[in-house]
């Protein structure tokens, strides 16, 4: 079956500019991460979301970005004013429904955003 | 601050012998903790997971994890490598009753023939 999608696979932005990078879980699969990897570590937790809502936005690192997830499936990572800095690769992640983390997370191939 | 560490860079081993790739964590309570692996120019994949019970864990490709919990430790071995199994390697951890994902820096695992 489809795993999780995200678009674009590469992003080249300019210092200053806004981006939107997209992501499309599996189907039925309601919990949805969002992490930011850097090269040479791990995946850094940014947002999750559980159905239409951010149950714990605690990895956000300020308020130019902002998640969105508006009918519980596809979600958007917005980054305003995007810096030099927010250059990584960002990975979105989905499971299964689940009272807790413990469910495994299937990941999608990642975008990997460069600001110029 | 929470957090998980593998000491290891890389670990090199040569094929048919065992394999071990360390982790450690300093997470409260009793945490769920995860194997991941990623392949090149390949997504991370689910290997395996430690929730509650027995403290060895049997996944994916003949990997296992034994969790420690006086150590704080999870870490994942096979008993005999294979040079397919050379990929990047994360442990991850997540609070119990919480979904924030704490992952370590990764451990490039290299099996030579």
């Known amino acids: 079956g489809a795993g999780v999608s995200q678009t674009p696979s590469n992003k080249v932005t300019e210092k200053g500019k806004y981006v939107e990078l997209r992501c499309d879980p599996i189907?039925?699969?309601?919990?949805l991460y969002w992490y930011r990897q850097s090269l040479g570590q791990g995946p850094e937790f940014l947002i999750y979301?559980?159905?239409?809502?951010?149950?714990?936005d605690s990895g956000l690192p300020n308020d130019r970005f902002f998640a969105v997830r508006p009918e519980g499936s596809v979600s958007t990572l917005k980054i305003q004013r995007t810096e030099r800095g927010d250059s990584a690769v960002y990975l979105c992640?989905?499971?299964?429904?689940?009272?807790?983390?413990?469910?495994?997370?299937?990941f999608g191939p990642g975008t990997r955003l460069t600001v110029l | 601050a929470q957090s998980v560490a593998q000491p290891e860079d890389q670990v090199n081993v040569a094929e048919g012998n065992p394999l071990t790739v360390k982790c450690t964590y300093s997470?409260?309570?009793?945490?769920?903790l995860f194997w991941y692996v990623q392949y090149p120019n390949r997504g991370l994949q689910f290997l395996l997971k430690?929730?509650?019970?027995?403290?060895l864990v049997k996944g994916s490709y003949g990997f296992e994890a034994e969790f420690n919990k006086s150590q704080t430790s999870f870490h994942l071995k096979k008993p005999s490598a294979l040079v397919s199994d050379s990929a990047l390697y994360f442990c991850?951890?997540?609070?119990?009753?919480?979904?924030?994902?704490?992952f370590g820096a990764g451990t490039r695992l290299f099996v030579k023939a």
């Open positions: 991850a951890a997540v609070n119990t009753g919480g979904f924030k994902t704490i």
């Open positions: 979301f559980q159905g239409t809502g951010a149950a714990d």
């Open positions: 997470v409260s309570g009793n945490p769920y």
């Open positions: 430690y929730i509650t019970g027995d403290n």
């Open positions: 992640a989905s499971s299964l429904t689940t009272t807790g983390g413990n469910n495994e997370q299937f």
């Open positions: 189907s039925g699969h309601t919990a």
